[in-house]
């Protein structure tokens, strides 16, 4: 059965249940806390690559996380570093 996390793009079952563990429920969710944010509150709890950075951000701008465009992989990194400093 697929539900709302699991019916955005990138997000299987494995994600979905690791997200609903870190609180996170819907893309509505991840759009207000923003995927970097997001991406810190799952590294906290589990492993994660920045392949899980650019599949939250793909799952909000309706990407496959192997095409998000440089320029928006690297305003994440930026955001991820400032926030890690």
Known sequence: MRDELTML???G???AVRLREAGIE???QIADLGAV???RRLRQR???SLTMLWALQGALLDLPYDQIPPE???A???ELARLER
């Open 9 to 11: 793009k990138n997000i």
């Open 13 to 15: 079952p494995k994600s």
């Open 46 to 48: 589990y492993p994660a």
């Open 26 to 28: 819907s893309r509505e």
């Open 72 to 74: 928006i992989k690297a």
């Open 76 to 78: 994440l990194l930026d």
């Open 37 to 39: 944010a997001v991406y």
